[in-house]
């Protein structure tokens, strides 16, 4: 399957923090999802990937091309939307279109006018005056316009009402039929992930728990709940995160073969949720 976006070992430090040696991929013709705890380190992937950072060491690839060798080529290809946007706050939603258009070779006004009708963005109106919602939606239709083939989105759905999520959702999901698109987006709603994601990409503290297709996860990971006295050294090494409570405790493995032999039918087992393999991970602060 081809990548749309390869990174290669990059690390990255601030004070206090690094992202260290990341190496993750996001499939071509795909939704992939990018989840984390808050200060994970979603926002600095996400800027490394746009060039808008340099790294420390490592290597991105972006449709085959070093995202900072072929930085231009590769920005036209690439639909970049996010909350706290890059635009004019003084124009209006027209007058800015007017600005962003000739950036670009591929630019389909046509297209603009649907999404601008659509999404009821009102022409006139000024950017600074528009609701985050509308301005996301602004984003995503300039990003739409220019027929990009990756659509790379920091937190899209945050701070939206459902009605707004939920459109959102739907749109990346029509755009998304081609199989020619990809998209990346970050979130903390596990739920829109669940609804529309092919692929989850987990950071944890500057790492990757897991990028792997959705439904893989979902079925490697199984939750037990049982009295704490089946708790010992050997048990307790089948989890990958673990709660214990006055009297039970509740585990999260990817050793489903060897939970079920361990504990038998002492205990209940259940599908975890994604928000369920986050909450535990980040509890237990291992790394699954
Ligand atoms: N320019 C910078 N200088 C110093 N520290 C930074 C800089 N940018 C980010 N950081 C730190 O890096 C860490 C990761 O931040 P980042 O914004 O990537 O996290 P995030 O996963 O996007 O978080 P959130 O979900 O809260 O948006 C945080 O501790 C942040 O304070």
Same mark, same amino acid.
């Given at each position: 399957?081809? /990548?749309? $976006? !390869?990174?290669?070992?990059?690390? +990255?430090?601030?004070? #206090? =923090?690094?992202?260290?040696?990341?190496? %993750?991929?996001?499939?071509?013709?795909?939704?992939?999802?990018?989840?984390?705890?808050?200060?994970?380190?979603?926002?600095?992937?996400?800027?490394?990937?746009?060039?808008?950072?340099?790294?420390?060491?490592?290597?991105?690839?972006?449709?085959?091309? /070093?995202? $900072? !060798?072929?930085?231009?080529?590769? +920005?036209?290809?690439? #639909? =970049?939307?996010?909350?706290?946007?890059? %635009?004019?706050?003084?124009?209006?939603?027209?007058?800015?279109?007017?600005?962003?258009?000739?950036?670009?070779?591929?630019?389909?006004?046509?297209?603009?006018?649907?999404?601008?009708?659509?999404?009821?963005?009102?022409?006139?109106?000024?950017?600074?005056?528009?609701?985050?919602?509308?301005?996301?939606?602004?984003?995503?239709?300039?990003?739409?316009?220019?027929?990009?083939?990756?659509?790379?989105?920091?937190?899209?759905?945050?701070?939206?009402?459902?009605?707004?999520?939920?459109?959102?959702?739907?749109?990346?999901?029509?755009?998304?039929?081609?199989?020619?698109?990809?998209?990346?987006?970050?979130?903390?709603?596990?739920?829109?992930?669940?609804?529309?994601?092919?692929?989850?990409?987990?950071?944890?503290?500057?790492?990757?728990?897991?990028?792997?297709?959705?439904?893989?996860?979902?079925?490697?990971?199984?939750?037990?709940?049982?009295?704490?006295?089946?708790?010992?050294?050997?048990?307790?090494?089948?989890?990958?995160?673990?709660?214990?409570?006055?009297?039970?405790?509740?585990?999260?493995?990817?050793?489903?073969?060897?939970?079920?032999?361990?504990?038998?039918?002492?205990?209940?087992?259940?599908?975890?949720?994604?928000?369920?393999?986050?909450?535990?991970?980040?509890?237990?602060?291992?790394?699954?």
């Amino acid at each position: 399957m081809e /990548d749309a $976006v !390869k990174l290669t070992h990059v690390s +990255k430090s601030f004070d #206090g =923090f690094s992202l260290d040696r990341l190496s %993750f991929s996001i499939k071509k013709g795909f939704i992939t999802g990018f989840i984390g705890p808050n200060g994970a380190g979603k926002t600095t992937t996400i800027k490394l990937i746009m060039n808008l950072i340099k790294p420390d060491s490592g290597s991105i690839d972006v449709f085959g091309m /070093d995202n $900072v !060798k072929h930085e231009k080529e590769i +920005k036209e290809r690439i #639909g =970049f939307v996010y909350a706290d946007n890059h %635009f004019y706050d003084h124009l209006s939603v027209e007058s800015m279109k007017k600005v962003i258009a000739p950036f670009y070779k591929r630019w389909d006004e046509h297209t603009f006018q649907h999404y601008v009708k659509k999404f009821n963005l009102p022409p006139k109106r000024k950017i600074k005056q528009l609701s985050r919602g509308m301005k996301v939606k602004f984003a995503l239709a300039v990003a739409l316009s220019h027929n990009a083939d990756l659509i790379v989105m920091d937190e899209p759905t945050s701070g939206l009402d459902p009605v707004f999520r939920s459109e959102i959702l739907d749109i990346l999901t029509e755009v998304i039929q081609d199989e020619e698109k990809t998209i990346f987006f970050s979130t903390h709603i596990t739920s829109d992930l669940e609804r529309i994601a092919d692929y989850v990409t987990y950071i944890y503290d500057g790492r990757i728990v897991f990028s792997e297709e959705k439904d893989t996860i979902l079925e490697q990971y199984l939750i037990v709940k049982g009295a704490k006295e089946l708790l010992d050294a050997d048990t307790r090494r089948v989890f990958d995160g673990l709660h214990e409570t006055g009297v039970g405790f509740e585990g999260l493995t990817r050793h489903a073969a060897q939970a079920r032999s361990l504990f038998g039918d002492e205990v209940v087992f259940e599908r975890p949720s994604l928000e369920e393999i986050m909450v535990f991970t980040a509890r237990s602060g291992q790394r699954a």
